[in-house]
C-alpha cells in the first residue's frame, strides 16, 4: 500500500500529540486515521452494526471537516 503524506495545522498536531497518553495509539499517524477512518465509515454508512450518522450529525461533521480544512 502507497502511502500519502498529509499537512495538519501545528496546534492541531501538537494537541493530538498532547492526548496520545490518554489513547491506546502510539502515534499521531495512526490517530489521525483511525479517526478519518471513523468518520468515512459514519458517512458512507458503513458502521459496522452501529446507527449511521443523522443527516444532521453528518452535516456537523463536514462542517467541522470544512473548519478544519480537509473539505472543501
Known amino acids: 500500500m ?7 495545522p501545528k496546534d492541531l498536531y501538537e494537541w493530538i500529540e498532547n492526548r496520545l497518553p490518554e489513547t ?3 502515534t499521531v499517524d495512526e490517530y ?4 478519518v ?3 468515512r465509515k ?3 454508512g458503513d458502521s459496522g452494526g452501529e446507527e449511521a450518522l443523522s443527516k ?3 452535516e ?3 462542517d467541522r ?8
Open 42 to 44: 459514519n458517512i458512507e
Open 56 to 58: 444532521a450529525d453528518e
Open 37 to 39: 477512518s471513523e468518520v
Open 32 to 35: 489521525v486515521s483511525y479517526v
Open 2 to 8: 502507497s502511502e500519502k503524506n498529509i499537512e495538519l
Open 65 to 72: 471537516l470544512r473548519a478544519l480544512g480537509y473539505l472543501d
Open 24 to 26: 491506546e495509539f502510539k
Open 60 to 62: 456537523k461533521v463536514k
